[in-house]
C-alpha cells in the first residue's frame, strides 16, 4: 500500500470522556435542538440563518465572529434562528489546498489529526458553553460525525458528497437536521433521492459496527446553484425551481418538506459581495407566495470578519483563507433587513 499508518487516534468516545459536555450545556443544546427542530416541522415561523465562514480556519477569529453574532441574536430572536458555520472540513474539488482545522488544526503547519480532533471539539464546545451556540458543520468525513455529535445543531452533506451512499445512511442516523444540498451538476432528484434515503431507516456498517437507523425526518434539500457543461454558474435559488421543488416534495410524500437556499457558490457566480442581493430576492419571493414561504426555511450564509479572502500567508485575522466571505458590517446590516423582511 502507498500509505504510511502514523499513530492510531483515539475514538470518539474517548475523546467525549476526556473533553465532555456539561448538564447545563445539554439543557441549552436539547432547546436548541427543539426550536430548530420546530421550524422544519412547520410549528414554527421562526426563520433559520446558518451564517460563518467558509471554514473554520483558526480558533480566536472563529470565536471573535461568534461573539459578535451572539449578541445580534439576542436583538433578532423573536424572528430569527442564528446557526453559526463552524466548518471544520473543508472539500477540495482538486484534492490541493487547506483541508480544514481536522487536518491542520494550524493552517501555518504541518497536518496533525489529532491536534485537529482536540481543536475541533474545543471550538465547538465554546460556542456552546460560552456563546448557548449549536453550529452547523459539514459532515464531510461520516466516520468523524460522533466526534462532535454531542455538540452540533445542523450538519450539512455537500454538493460533492451528496450521491455517496455512506453520507446518506450516516445522516438517517442523526437526531439533529442534515442539510443535502444538490449536486455541482444540479440536479434536483439526486438531491431529493438523498433527502429519501436520510428519511428512511437501514441497517448498515459504521465504524466497524453493524448499526440500524430509525430515519431522520429532519432531512431537506439546500440548493446551492450548479455549474454547467460550459463550466459556467448556473443560480437555481428563483422562484421557478423552488415552485418545482415543492411540486417535487409533494409527488414523492417527503416528511417536513424544507429547503435552504445557499446565497453563495454557484447561486452567486462565486461572488461573495452578490450574497445579501439573493437573500433579499428570496424573502421577496416568500413574501409574495404562501406555499413557497412555507417550504423556504432559511438562508446559508459566508459570512468572516473581513471581507473577501487571502492567501495564508498574508495572516489577516478573521479573513477568510478559502472562498470569500462577506465581511461583518455587511453581515450585519444582512442580518437585521432579514429580521424585518423574514
Known amino acids: 500500500m502507498n500509505m504510511v499508518f502514523h499513530r492510531k487516534l483515539p475514538i470518539p468516545k474517548e475523546v467525549k470522556e476526556e473533553y465532555p459536555v456539561s448538564a447545563e450545556m445539554e439543557k441549552v443544546k436539547q432547546k436548541r435542538d427543539s426550536a430548530v427542530k420546530a421550524v422544519f416541522a ?104 460522533r466526534y462532535l455529535s454531542d455538540l452540533l445543531g445542523y450538519v450539512a452533506v455537500g454538493a460533492r458528497s451528496v450521491e455517496n451512499q455512506q453520507h446518506r445512511l ?86 417536513n418538506p424544507a429547503v435552504i437556499i445557499d446565497v453563495n457558490h454557484d447561486n452567486s457566480g462565486r461572488d461573495h459581495s452578490r450574497q445579501p442581493d439573493i437573500a433579499r430576492e428570496v424573502l421577496a419571493c416568500r413574501q409574495a407566495d404562501g406555499k413557497l414561504k412555507k417550504l423556504v426555511k432559511g438562508l446559508m450564509v459566508e459570512s468572516y470578519l473581513e471581507d473577501g479572502r487571502q492567501s495564508i500567508g498574508d495572516r489577516v485575522f478573521g479573513k477568510s483563507i478559502t472562498d470569500p466571505c462577506l465581511g461583518w458590517e455587511k453581515t450585519e446590516k444582512l442580518i437585521y433587513e432579514i429580521a424585518e423582511n423574514a
Open 42 to 145: 412547520g410549528a414554527s415561523d421562526k426563520f433559520l440563518l446558518i451564517i460563518g465562514p467558509c471554514s473554520a480556519d483558526s480558533r480566536e477569529p472563529v470565536l471573535e465572529y461568534i461573539s459578535r453574532l451572539r449578541r445580534v441574536q439576542d436583538e433578532v430572536a423573536d424572528k430569527i434562528i442564528i446557526i453559526p458555520r463552524v466548518y471544520t472540513n473543508k472539500p477540495r474539488t482538486t484534492g490541493e489546498g487547506y483541508k480544514g482545522m481536522l487536518h491542520q488544526p494550524d493552517p501555518f503547519a504541518r497536518p496533525d489529526l489529532y491536534r485537529g480532533i482536540i481543536a475541533l471539539r474545543e471550538l465547538h464546545m465554546t460556542a456552546l458553553r460560552e456563546y448557548g451556540f449549536t453550529c452547523a458543520d459539514e459532515m464531510l468525513y461520516p466516520e468523524n460525525h
Open 170 to 255: 450516516t445522516a438517517s442516523g442523526l437526531n439533529i437536521p442534515v442539510g443535502m444540498k444538490n449536486p455541482t451538476g444540479g440536479d434536483i432528484n439526486v438531491m431529493l433521492n438523498a433527502v429519501n434515503t436520510a428519511q428512511q431507516g437501514h441497517t448498515f456498517l459504521y465504524r466497524g459496527w453493524e448499526v440500524e437507523s430509525t430515519g431522520n425526518a429532519y432531512a431537506h434539500a439546500i440548493l446551492r446553484g450548479f455549474v454547467d457543461h460550459s463550466g459556467k454558474s448556473v443560480a437555481n435559488y428563483g422562484r421557478e425551481t423552488v415552485e418545482k421543488l415543492a411540486a417535487l416534495y409533494e409527488a414523492r410524500g417527503l416528511k
